[in-house]
C-alpha cells in the first residue's frame, strides 16, 4: 500500500514478490524457505500473535501453523489442533496459496510430570534427554521406560525435573501401585519427543494440569 506523506490517502495498493527481506544491517534473509532444497527436515512454522495485554483469545487460540509443503515425512494436516492451520494447494505456475484456514477448537491438555532425580543425572538429562531404566511386567505387558508419578518426591532424590507433555501420550502407560499416589512407565523416548523439560524448584509448589487430572511426577533409581 503505498500512502500520500502529505493527506496519508491511499494512492495506490497491490502485492508484490519478495522473496527475501532486509534486516536491518543489510544483509537477505530467505523469506520462502520452504520452496528450497534443505529445509525437507522442518514440518512448518509456529506462529504466535498473543496479544497479553487484551487478551481476545483464549491461550493457544493465537498460534497460527503454517505446514511445509515439501516436508519429509510430509506433515499430516490437523496434526496439531490448536489455534488455526492454514491449507496451502500448489500452483500450476510453480509455488503455493491458501486455500483455507482451518480454526481449531481443541486445546491440548497438558500433564504436569515429575522426576526425582540427582544433581549428576539432570545435568545429563538436560543435556541429552531421558533413556529408560526400569522395566515391568503387567497384565502380560512389558513396560518400559522412566518412573513418573503425581507427586514431586524430593525425599527420593536432592533435585527435581518439571516435564510438561500432553495427557494424551500418557494415559496408557498408568500402571498400579500401593505408594500412595499415581504412577506411570513412560518410555523415554515419548518423553524425549513431545516434552519440555526444566528444573522444579524446591520452594514451588505444583499447579494442577490443565485438564483437572492429577500431575504426574517420576521417581529415579538410575
Request: aromatic residues 8%.
Amino acid at each position: 500500500m503505498t500512502l500520500d506523506r502529505a493527506t496519508l490517502d491511499v494512492v495506490d495498493s497491490g502485492f508484490q514478490h519478495r522473496p527475501e527481506l532486509l534486516r536491518g544491517s543489510g544483509s537477505p534473509v530467505d523469506a520462502e524457505p520452504f520452496l528450497h532444497p534443505g529445509w525437507e527436515h522442518v514440518a512448518g512454522a509456529l506462529i504466535s500473535g498473543a496479544d497479553v495485554a487484551n487478551h481476545p483469545h483464549p491461550p493457544g487460540h493465537d498460534f497460527m501453523l503454517f505446514p511445509n509443503p515439501n516436508a519429509a515425512p510430509p506433515y499430516t494436516e490437523r496434526q496439531l489442533p490448536v489455534g488455526r492451520e492454514w491449507r496451502l494447494a500448489p500452483l500450476v505456475e510453480g509455488g503455493y496459496q491458501i486455500v483455507e484456514v482451518i480454526e481449531h477448537s481443541k486445546r491440548i491438555a497438558i500433564a504436569r510430570l515429575f522426576h526425582a532425580t540427582t544433581q549428576e543425572n539432570a545435568r545429563k538429562i538436560l543435556a541429552t534427554g531421558f533413556v529408560d531404566c526400569s522395566r515391568e511386567l503387567h497384565q502380560g505387558r512389558w513396560y518400559s521406560g522412566v518412573w513418573l508419578a503425581e507427586v514431586s518426591l524430593f525425599e527420593l532424590e536432592p533435585l527435581i525435573l518439571l516435564v510438561s507433555m500432553p495427557e494424551d501420550l500418557v494415559r496408557q502407560y498408568e500402571l498400579p501401585g500401593d505408594q500412595g499416589y499415581r504412577r506411570w512407565l513412560v518410555p523415554a523416548e515419548v518423553i524425549n519427543r513431545h516434552a519440555t523439560i526444566v528444573e522444579f524448584p524446591r520452594r514451588a509448589k505444583p499447579h494442577p494440569g490443565s485438564s483437572g487430572n492429577p500431575q504426574v511426577g517420576s521417581e529415579t533409581r538410575s
